[in-house]
């Protein structure tokens, strides 16, 4: 069985980058699709990124494109995102999440992924 744990998070600045990063144990990931996720104090769980673990397709939502780069060390079994120009409203936890289907899809859906870490918070002041 597959376990995720998040690392990396903390207090920034705005306009600070702070990258997060996954470290995957007890199982391969390949074929499978690696996501990021967040979650601000009372909102739904949102999709950030996502990686494909084979051929690195990636796929970011619409607003964080241009900010936020998410990558894979596929020898280490970890899964990072960098994140630039930080804005207050990127304040959450961060979640890493693994695909439940092989293949080479990068859903945005929370319930298309099976294992999840238990997310690394993320506070950006003003």
């Known amino acids: 069985q597959v376990q995720l744990a998040e690392s990396g998070g903390g207090l920034v600045k705005a306009g600070g980058s702070l990258e997060v990063s996954c470290a995957a144990s007890?199982?391969?990931?390949?074929?499978?699709?690696m996501a990021w996720f967040r979650q601000a104090p009372g909102k739904e769980r949102e999709f950030v990124a996502g990686r494909t673990w084979i051929g690195g397709n990636t796929r970011y939502a619409d607003s964080l494109e241009d900010r936020f780069f998410i990558s894979t060390d596929n020898a280490e079994n970890t899964v990072y995102l960098r994140m630039d120009s930080l804005k207050p409203e990127d304040t959450a936890v961060y979640y890493c999440?693994?695909?439940?289907?092989?293949?080479?899809?990068?859903?945005?859906?929370?319930?298309?992924?099976?294992?999840w870490g238990r997310g690394t918070q993320v506070t950006v002041s003003s």
């Open positions: 999440a693994k695909s439940k289907s092989r293949g080479w899809a990068i859903p945005l859906e929370v319930d298309e992924y099976d294992i």
């Open positions: 007890g199982g391969s990931l390949s074929g499978y699709t």
